[in-house]
């Protein structure tokens, strides 16, 4: 396991579980040439790397950390090289410790090359997708290998197509409004350990479950329910994007809570920025019902750019103004909650 500067997990994975995963999520397959210890050879980046380079003698630069592609370019430069400076240039190629070779539309290399990269205990893969489509759909694997991740105590629910991912103290019943949600016919993603990372470098963080957990919840008072036999397929996802905060948090007369939601809190996860809405429990309240409002709330913002709190507020406005000159000594119609915001 590696780490980054900020302490964020991050991973290295070896040419054995690149192989066999790969091939499950995504459109490209391989076949090995040759016979190695694929345990031993580990994929640290998740950048690819063209050696044509390289393979012509110029390696300062050579980035051999990184996977190998040969295309048409690399394969077709070596094919016409006379034997002994094929033998020569490969020999000068392989001595660098890189994860693994790529040959991609089906290119061949000599059996006496193979065998080069062999005794060096290189992996030597080849698929008929070409560079450009190989390139791009390996590249997406590694980049979800490598991006930064960790692991929150909540929930994770798809709701009307939003994520929401449910926090909170344990015991405030997440599950159960998790639960709630399913029965609603929306979506669960995880429960109890939410593993989030973060696409490469951009602000998109995609919430997934943790692999043992899979789709069962622990509900107190019942114990453990399976999601996908209960509810059936319908009512599971296997990754969302993050894309609203729920705080469940405990009633308190003396707290303050949002009451316009002119002022919108965030959060942040992973570096990213994300809208927070915290909600206090107190027996009565119906969170299921109010957390598919937050939802609906964030389409109207994000596709209508609709805000139900300004809407009012700009409204109330607009009547002052109208009859600003009529309403003298007249009692206010302005409820007492909107006096500050409106100043």
């Not at 091939?23 to 040759?34: A, D, G, H, T, V």
Request: glycine letters at 6%.
């Amino acid at each position: 396991m590696n780490f980054d500067q900020k302490g964020l997990k991050k991973r290295s994975i070896t040419v054995a579980y690149f192989f066999e995963n790969i091939e499950k999520r995504c459109e490209i397959r391989f076949r090995r040439l040759n016979d190695v210890d694929e345990q031993k050879r580990r994929i640290y980046e998740r950048d690819l790397h063209r050696p044509g380079l390289a393979i012509a003698g110029f390696t300062k630069l050579f980035t051999y950390k990184r996977v190998q592609v040969l295309g048409n370019t690399e394969t077709r430069y070596l094919n016409h090289l006379p034997l002994e400076e094929r033998r020569k240039a490969f020999a000068d190629f392989v001595r660098f410790k890189m994860p693994c070779i790529i040959l991609t539309s089906n290119n061949k290399l000599d059996q006496e090359l193979i065998d080069m990269a062999t005794a060096e205990g290189i992996p030597v893969l080849v698929t008929r997708c070409s560079s450009t489509r190989a390139i791009y759909l390996i590249t997406g694997f590694l980049d979800e290998q490598f991006s930064q991740y960790q692991q929150y105590h909540g929930s994770m629910v798809d709701v009307y197509g939003v994520g929401v991912l449910l926090t909170g103290k344990s015991g405030l019943g997440k599950s159960e409004v998790a639960l709630d949600l399913i029965e609603r016919g929306h979506g669960l993603v995880a429960d109890d350990v939410v593993v989030v990372k973060r696409r490469g470098q951009t602000n998109t963080l995609v919430a997934s479950r943790n692999s043992i957990i899979d789709h069962f919840m622990e509900i107190r008072g019942l114990g453990v329910v399976d999601v996908r036999q209960n509810f059936g397929i319908r009512a599971i996802r296997d990754k969302k994007v993050v894309q609203v905060v729920v705080e469940l948090l405990e009633w308190s007369q003396e707290a303050e809570y949002e009451r316009l939601g002119l002022d919108q809190k965030s959060v942040k996860l992973l570096g990213v920025d994300l809208p927070l809405v915290q909600l206090p429990i107190f027996p009565g309240k119906n969170i299921t019902v109010i957390i598919e409002v937050v939802a609906l709330n964030f389409l109207l913002k994000r596709y209508a750019g609709y805000v139900a709190a300004e809407a009012l507020t700009d409204r109330i406005r607009n009547v002052i103004n109208k009859n600003s000159d009529d309403a003298v000594g007249a009692p206010s119609i302005i409820p007492d909650s909107y006096d500050d915001e409106i100043e």
